[in-house]
């Protein structure tokens, strides 16, 4: 049980399963609909001006014996560097005390760390897919970080039309991104990758409740999955552009 909490709770930027649909008349190319997504979410402008992010918010992890949950709080710094460092009450499974879990990257190495089940290096998809997660958002300049993007059928995400994007790097894993036909916001995205620990899994992740701050909408509520478990993120204060050292994101 604790190590297949482990695994899913550490598991890098999870991405979206397709829901079937039938397609709407497509008049837009892949660029265009990133480009309406930018848009969408402040402009090019008021996204190259976030340089740094904290959010922090609650985390609940659903389990067979019951829902766990605690404190998280996600730090981001350009052009990659991240760190997420979560704190869950292990009370729901009959025991004391908590489990501290924490993932950084430093824009070349990562870590995840437990105080349950050890350290461990990331590497294969989990390494690729954060140097990919380019902050603010790996579409602000898709094309110079050497990722291509195609148009793909278009699908039904809760009922609703959507367009979606095949986002491929030049190493990792490939992601299919969901756009709301309206409002071009991200609604669901998903990728296929290699966990230690379950295996070959989709990373599945709907971001909801955006919210304007410092004029760029921000995804509130976040729910992933991945190898059968769901966790969900709700963060109540998203600040941007604070100051963070970068000894933040490097192991000690």
């Not at 430093?106 to 290096?121: I, L």
């Amino acid at each position: 049980m604790r190590r297949h909490i482990f695994s899913v709770v550490i598991l890098p930027a999870l991405v979206a399963t397709v829901l079937a649909g039938q397609a709407f008349a497509q008049t837009l190319t892949a660029e265009q609909v990133v480009d309406k997504h930018i848009a969408a979410v402040g402009g090019r402008e008021a996204l190259s001006k976030i340089t740094s992010r904290k959010a922090t918010g609650t985390m609940t992890i659903g389990t067979p014996q019951g829902n766990l949950s605690g404190p998280v709080e996600m730090t981001a710094k350009t052009p990659n560097k991240m760190r997420a460092s979560i704190r869950v009450d292990l009370s729901a499974l009959g025991a004391a005390g908590q489990m501290a879990i924490d993932q950084l990257f430093d824009g070349t190495t990562g870590w995840m760390m437990n105080s349950m089940s050890g350290d461990q290096p990331m590497s294969g998809d989990q390494l690729a897919g954060a140097k990919n997660a380019f902050f603010p958002s790996p579409l602000l300049d898709c094309k110079a970080h050497g990722f291509t993007i195609a148009l793909q059928p278009s699908e039904k995400v809760n009922n609703k039309n959507a367009y979606v994007i095949l986002m491929t790097p030049t190493s990792g894993p490939a992601a299919r991104m969901y756009f709301d036909a309206e409002t071009f916001l991200l609604v669901r995205s998903v990728s296929r990758v290699v966990n230690p620990q379950l295996g070959e899994v989709d990373q599945i992740s709907e971001p909801s409740d955006y919210r304007t701050v410092d004029g760029v909408k921000i995804a509130f509520l976040v729910q992933q999955s991945a190898g059968g478990q769901d966790v969900t993120m709700k963060f109540d204060k998203i600040v941007n552009n604070v100051a963070v050292d970068d000894a933040v994101f490097i192991k000690k």
